[in-house]
């Protein structure tokens, strides 16, 4: 599984070692470089940042190509409580393993996720340790919505962006994450676009630039 962890990465934009990480996690049969061009244009907003988008670390089950972060051949809440819980333990030794690297702590981090790549980092950023700066999710969902108060030792603030035409991940699982990230007490930024399918569009981006910026920026 180490060559699962490899994938781009991209900054700091203003040089010289690494004082905030951002992690980019993409979706299902996709892998790092899917959304590593997000970041020459948020480095801007958080020029100390160094972004990486690590591939998944399994093969996609469901297509020929592409990394996923837990099977999805068989969606019942159960199976697919049971990988998220597979991927965020992976995820979370990953994000150990990196601050500890940088000398960085929660609080200097972001994790960003697209698609699947938003489930695991909700789930994963809810089970910290210590409270991650920020979670940006786009087009997700938040596998275990349900599961007891006590698991969730952490409440960042969190951004949501989806497409109210998204054929992928409908609106209305955005809409259910939403209210269960409230009801835990979480700060929620939500924004559903018209129009917009299993994607981010522009405005997804300035949101997330702006969210990055308020929570990670210098002096945070």
Request: proline share 8%; aromatic share 4%.
């Amino acid at each position: 599984m180490a060559d699962a962890w490899q994938g781009p990465s991209w900054g700091p934009a203003a040089g010289g070692a690494p004082r905030k990480l951002v992690l980019l996690l993409h979706g299902l049969g996709a892998d790092g470089f899917d959304l590593i061009d997000l970041a020459p244009g948020w480095g801007r907003a958080v020029p100390e940042a160094l972004f990486l988008a690590p591939h998944a670390p399994e093969p996609c089950d469901l297509a020929p190509h592409g990394r996923q972060w837990f099977s999805l051949a068989d969606r019942t809440p159960a199976r697919v409580l049971a990988g998220v819980r597979v991927a965020a333990d992976a995820l979370g030794a990953r994000i150990d393993a990196e601050l500890a690297r940088h000398g960085l702590r929660d609080g200097d981090m972001a994790l960003m996720g697209f698609s699947q790549g938003a489930m695991t980092a909700l789930f994963t950023a809810l089970r910290r340790r210590a409270t991650p700066a920020c979670v940006l999710a786009f087009s997700g969902a938040l596998p275990g919505a349900e599961l007891p108060a006590a698991e969730v030792t952490a409440r960042p603030p969190v951004l949501l962006v989806h497409g109210e035409a998204d054929e992928v991940v409908p609106p209305a699982r955005g809409r259910e994450a939403e209210s269960a990230l409230r009801a835990m007490g979480v700060e929620v930024e939500a924004a559903y676009r018209p129009g917009l399918g299993h994607g981010i569009d522009e405005v997804g981006v300035s949101l997330g630039a702006l969210t990055l910026q308020r929570h990670l920026g210098a002096g945070r």
